[in-house]
Nanobody, 123 residues
Framework: QVQLVESGGGLVQAGGSLRLSCAAS????????MGWFRQAPGKEREFVAD????????YYADSVKGRFTISRDNAKNTVNLQMDSLKPEDTAVYYC????????????????WGQGTQVTVSS
């Protein structure tokens, strides 16, 4: 079992930055792919970014490419999401997930999910 806890959310003005962190306990994250997802009010959960455990390659949704950066620290059992140039449409609850997805950019294959952290971007 893996328990995931997100932190770092908050209220920020458009153009600002936030850094989300996801800490794991129970098992090491080093053998799992890690992803960030988000869900805005009234909308379905959507993929944001992921990072592979083999090789560390990253993959981003088009909507965040060039503004968000995902990284992982296997020694600290954490994964981070640096969010720059934030926009009001980035407002959502952000979730981290661990698993072995077959297809990048989808939620299928993620076995463990955190409770989420709220990010609100004001205009």
């Amino acid at each position: 079992q893996v328990q995931l806890v997100e932190s770092g959310g908050g209220l920020v003005q458009a153009g600002g930055s936030l850094r989300l962190s996801c800490a794991a306990s129970g098992r090491t994250l080093s053998t799992y792919d890690m992803g960030w997802f988000r869900q805005a009010p009234g909308k379905e959960r959507e993929f944001v970014a992921d990072i592979r455990w083999i090789g560390g390659s990253t993959y981003y949704a088009d909507s965040v490419k060039g503004r968000f950066t995902i990284s992982r620290d296997n020694a600290k059992n954490t994964v981070n999401l640096q969010m720059d140039s934030l926009k009001p449409e980035d407002t959502a609850v952000y979730y981290c997930a661990a698993g072995r997805p077959q297809v990048r950019g989808t939620s299928a294959g993620y076995a463990y999910w955190g409770q989420g952290t709220q990010v609100t971007v004001s205009s």
